[in-house]
C-alpha cells in the first residue's frame, strides 16, 4: 500500500489560487498512477483531475479544466493541483489517491489521503 498526506489547503477569495501537494510513500511512486478527487457536504465525491505513472497523460474534470494544473515529481515522490481562479464552487475537501491505473472513477483507486479542506469565499 501507499500512503498519501495532503497539504496547502485553506481559505481564498474567489478569483485567487492555491497550491495542494500530496506526499506519498510506501511503495514505488514512480509506478503509480495519481488522482486528485473532491467531496463537498451532502455531495458525491468526484473526479477532479488525474495523472499517469510517467506524467505522459493528464485528464481533467471539465468544471476545472483550463484553471487546475496537476503535476507530478516522481523524484519528491509527490502529486500537485495547481488551482488558479477559483470559484465559490470549488469549495471542498480535496483528496488525492493513488492507483496502478489513471482514470476518473474512484474505484480504480486503492489508496486515499486524509484530505484537505478548501474555502474560496465570494
Known amino acids: 500500500q501507499v500512503q498519501l498526506v495532503e497539504s496547502g489547503g485553506g481559505l481564498v477569495q474567489a478569483g485567487g489560487s492555491l497550491r495542494l501537494s500530496c506526499a506519498a510513500s510506501g511503495r514505488t511512486f514512480s509506478s503509480t498512477a495519481m488522482g486528485w478527487f473532491r467531496q463537498a457536504p451532502g455531495k458525491d465525491r468526484e473526479f477532479v483531475a488525474v495523472v499517469s505513472w510517467n506524467g505522459d497523460t493528464v485528464y481533467y474534470a471539465p468544471a476545472v479544466k483550463g484553471r487546475f494544473t496537476i503535476s507530478r515529481d516522481n523524484a519528491k515522490s509527490t502529486v500537485y493541483l495547481q488551482m488558479n481562479s477559483l470559484k465559490p464552487e470549488d469549495t471542498a475537501v480535496y483528496y488525492c489517491?493513488?492507483?496502478?491505473?489513471?482514470?476518473?472513477?474512484?474505484?480504480?483507486?486503492?489508496?486515499w489521503g486524509q484530505g484537505t479542506q478548501v474555502t474560496v469565499s465570494s
Open positions: 489517491a493513488a492507483g496502478w491505473h489513471a482514470g476518473s472513477s474512484t474505484r480504480m483507486y486503492d489508496d
